[in-house]
């Protein structure tokens, strides 16, 4: 042995058997996405030869054993779930008072809508529900139909069936830089409707905009959504965050109230 062989580092047996689970970890996922995907592909294909028999999304049903766990993070597009309780109290907060007619979009909060993609259908008010990603993988989870592919950095190329059709919109912002927020505000700008006082048939709002993003964007956040406000909630991460997070909202409604501090 030489002493350059002496220098190269020599993993332990519980490292080595740490990193050989990582990479079994990872081999199974990948294994679990070509299925889906495959399949997936099949049966969106064979319901266009078909034709749309309901207005079901057929191509999810396969889907819903899929949760926000199955995508690991990608630190380099800014992936971040959030928590489970905080994907519940923003998906409540979308969904409290709507009706059948309300469109609902999510921008680049996919553990939100994986949280409504986990409850049972029959109890959601509107299956108008989409779904805005840079990272194609989520068309799974969403299925074609209730996907658009989103690059913040083109904020207003996305697919134009929604444009000026959204009643309800969560957008997260994937960096906390201003660029990155103010073309985000000009996606929210182009999807939202205009009437902004249209009610649901139970007399709540069908308009309502929410913001999640860092509590340094307030400036931002401020200028972009004039009428938004901080709200008393604060969203949380499930591998947890050094930046500070809030929520920005239009409304006030049973999971939090506007903030003293606006």
Not at 31 to 57: H, I, M, P, Q, V
Not at 85 to 97: P, R, S, Y
Not at 152 to 179: A, C, S, T, W
């Amino acid at each position: 042995m030489t002493e350059l062989d002496d220098d190269i580092p020599v993993l332990s047996a519980e490292s080595l058997a740490a990193l050989q689970e990582f990479r079994d970890e990872q081999k199974d996922r990948l294994a679990k996405f070509a299925e889906l995907y495959e399949g997936a592909e099949n049966e969106y294909s064979s319901r266009k030869e078909e034709g749309e028999k309901s207005n079901t999304d057929k191509s999810t049903q396969k889907n819903t054993a899929l949760t926000i766990d199955d995508f690991q993070e990608d630190w380099q597009l800014s992936q971040f779930w959030y928590s489970d309780e905080t994907a519940n109290i923003l998906a409540d907060a979308l969904l409290e008072g709507a009706d059948e007619n309300t469109v609902i979009c999510i921008v680049s909060a996919p553990s939100v809508y994986a949280m409504i993609k986990a409850r049972n259908p029959s109890t959601l008010p509107t299956q108008k529900i989409y779904l805005f990603e840079f990272d194609r993988r989520f068309a799974l989870l969403s299925g074609k139909d209730h996907f658009g592919f989103y690059d913040y950095n083109q904020p207003e190329e996305f697919r134009d069936d929604l444009k000026g059709k959204v009643d309800r919109l969560l957008i997260d912002p994937p960096f906390l830089e201003p660029e990155c927020q103010q073309k985000s505000s000009l996606t929210a700008k182009a999807l939202l409707r205009g009437d902004k006082k249209a009610e649901t048939e139970s007399g709540d709002l069908q308009y309502k905009l929410i913001s999640c993003t860092g509590e340094r964007m307030k400036d931002n956040v401020k200028r972009n959504y004039p009428d938004t406000r901080i709200t008393t909630f604060y969203p949380e991460h499930k591998n947890g965050l050094s930046n500070e997070f809030r929520c920005y909202a239009s409304f006030e409604c049973s999971r939090w109230r506007f903030s003293d501090e606006n």
